[in-house]
């Protein structure tokens, strides 16, 4: 729809900050001058002013910029307002909300706005001290029982783009999900009281009275986190860290040492946060070059283990010595270190004989399989922590996007910290007998079948692609993949007893093989999550039941491409 330049000139004089007003207003005048970048202008402003952002996967997210459809002061402080009055609704006046903040651009001044308006509504904002860690604030949430608590980060986005997480605990919500990110119905009203919220500049906002609080919460969470690892499981373990140019860092590292790993090399050019992330493509532990800094580190000194935080320290992946693979170490999918965390969460909990694993859609089947043998339920959730974080009697959870929730009675989200130390000390565990982590996953294949998993990411400019694929796959499914037959499909927008409907499709072949797709939550990118699974015929030769899976998932991958037809 075409934007007014009523509508561009009302924004403009209600957006408090200079910059954004600034870069509206230049425009503005580009579209009306009639010069040569008018039509680029105008398709700018056009898409500034496609409408307010909303809460999706992960909360607000998006790019930095002026107007509604980016993240800015103005988008922030309507969010603030319509949060505070969702919490009058709920609780009264006197509700309080904990504050965190990474150290992308524009975060520390959103943590700033956030505090304002909150404290002229009536609320109590505590402000965490620094730039620090998601889980960090995660913890808080429980930690101090507050109502609500707002995150400030766009999480492994690339360095344009900020967001804005909402997480619900204290008198607002009790039991499993209590302290963790929203849901429906809850951002749904919250949507309608940011929509009721008026003009940035009409929100009341104070101009102090907050509490920035010490560093009290962080000494609180490195207790917690170190309270995870036994003693005297340590000894002797090399490790490389890169905190990605976020957060993490320092209390990564700090968390490492409590427990006993103290010979810890970490990356120096990825050490300090950098909103820039000038190291990397894009600043996902996943991404294709993203570890190759710390894989030569790593190669330097002679390393038993390399661990790596995304930005804000959620997510956490892991790369392991293997002189089976090319450059003698191995970055494991994120399926491959839920299972290994599944396993040794397993062995605790089957000694109680209480507890439930669970785990996304579309992550790998073999938690499940894992779960049930150590006599333990296993759920299957929607994509995303604010799903899996609420299930009830949960001990472990994770998604394949480098996402464990290993302490849920703590921290409702992904945490890349406790993660990370639970997964140096399987490490040191597994050295200790004579073992290393290829090896167990090469057990676990011979336990429970051999199951391979990849990703198939279609990033487009036009996000109306996706809708395009997505009704095309829905009109005309595939009737083989990878040489199978396609037995069963489950439209996933339909629900079920399991599952709230969400937009997606799975495919599961004759030979077990599956495929999910689904359009991102966070990005223009249409997913397609491939599983094949493999029964080990030679336990002594796991590596040719993996060349096995490794073909088939390339089959898969290419029927499934020509199928989704972008």
Same mark, same amino acid.
């Given at each position: ?27 503005? /005048? ?82 700033t706005d956030t505090a304002a308006v909150v404290t002229a509504a009536g609320g109590r904002a505590l402000l965490l ?7 960090? $604030? ?14 400030? =980060? ?11 997480? %909402? ?72 490790? %490389? ?28 050019? /990825? ?8 190291? %990397? ?49 191995? /970055? ?7 299972? $290994? ?5 397993? #062995?605790?909990?089957?000694? =109680? ?55 849920p009675q703590a921290v409702r989200d992904k945490d890349g910290i406790t993660a990370a130390l639970r997964l140096a ?11 290393? #982590? ?16 990849? /990703? ?30 396609? %037995?069963?499909?489950?439209? $996933? ?52 039941t993996r060349r096995v899976a490794a073909a088939r998932i390339e089959r898969l991958r290419a029927d499934v491409s ?5």
């Amino acid at each position: 729809m075409k934007t007014t330049a009523a509508e561009v000139r009302a924004w403009i004089d209600a957006d408090p900050d200079p910059a954004t007003r600034a870069e509206l207003t230049v425009l503005l /005048q580009r579209t009306e001058a009639g010069d040569d970048g008018v039509t680029a202008a105008g398709a700018e402003l056009d898409s500034r002013f496609a409408g307010l952002l909303q809460f999706g996967t992960a909360g607000l997210r998006g790019a930095l910029g002026g107007g509604p459809s980016r993240m800015n002061r103005a988008v922030v402080i309507k969010a603030a307002a319509g949060l505070s009055a969702f919490l009058t609704a709920r609780v009264g006046a006197g509700f309080t909300v904990v504050i965190g903040y990474d150290a992308r651009h524009g975060s520390a001044q959103f943590a700033t706005d956030t505090a304002a308006v909150v404290t002229a509504a009536g609320g109590r904002a505590l402000l965490l001290p620094a730039a620090l860690p998601t889980p960090v $604030l995660a913890f808080a949430v429980r930690h101090l029982g507050t109502d609500a608590g707002v995150m400030v =980060t766009a999480s492994h986005n690339p360095p344009q783009d900020n967001g804005y997480k %909402v997480y619900l605990g204290g008198r607002v919500v009790t039991g499993a999900g209590q302290g963790a990110q929203i849901v429906p119905p809850f951002d749904g009203e919250i949507a309608a009281q940011i929509a009721a919220a008026g003009p940035a500049n009409a929100v009341p906002r104070a101009e102090g009275g907050w509490e920035v609080l010490g560093d009290d919460v962080r000494e609180a969470y490195l207790r917690r986190a170190a309270s995870l690892i036994p003693a005297r499981h340590t000894r002797g373990l090399r490790l %490389v860290y890169t905190p990605m140019h976020g957060v993490g860092g320092a209390t990564a590292v700090e968390a490492l040492r409590r427990v006993g790993f103290t010979d810890v090399h970490v990356v120096a050019k /990825q050490a300090d946060p950098d909103p820039d992330f000038p190291t %990397v493509a894009f600043p996902n532990p996943e991404e294709p070059g993203a570890l190759d800094l710390a894989l030569e580190l790593a190669r330097a000194v002679d390393a038993d283990l390399v661990l790596a935080n995304d930005p804000d320290a959620d997510r956490c992946t892991v790369a392991a010595p293997d002189p089976t693979v090319a450059g003698g170490w191995r /970055q494991l999918t994120g399926d491959e270190i839920g299972a $290994l965390l599944g396993a040794q969460t397993g #062995v605790a909990a089957a000694m =109680t004989g209480r507890g439930v694993m669970a785990s996304s859609v579309v992550s790998s089947r073999l938690l499940d399989r894992i779960a049930r043998s150590h006599g333990l339920d296993h759920r299957t959730t929607l994509t995303g922590f604010k799903w899996i974080a609420r299930t009830e009697g949960l001990v472990f959870g994770y998604e394949e996007a480098i996402g464990y929730c290993v302490d849920p009675q703590a921290v409702r989200d992904k945490d890349g910290i406790t993660a990370a130390l639970r997964l140096a000390y399987l490490a040191a565990q597994l050295r200790d007998a004579g073992s290393s #982590v290829p090896e167990m996953l090469d057990d676990l294949a011979r336990r429970h079948g051999l199951h391979g998993t990849s /990703q198939l990411a279609i990033r487009v400019a036009d996000v109306g692609l996706i809708a395009d694929a997505m009704a095309r796959l829905r009109a005309a499914a595939p009737a083989m993949l990878a040489g199978a037959p396609v %037995v069963t499909v489950t439209d $996933l927008s339909a629900g079920s007893a399991d599952l709230p409907p969400t937009d997606g499709l799975s495919y599961l072949t004759a030979q077990n093989d599956r495929v999910i797709i689904r359009p991102s939550g966070t990005e223009p990118k249409l997913k397609c999550y491939l599983e094949v699974v493999v029964p080990v015929a030679d336990p002594a030769d796991v590596a040719a039941t993996r060349r096995v899976a490794a073909a088939r998932i390339e089959r898969l991958r290419a029927d499934v491409s020509a199928a989704v037809g972008l």
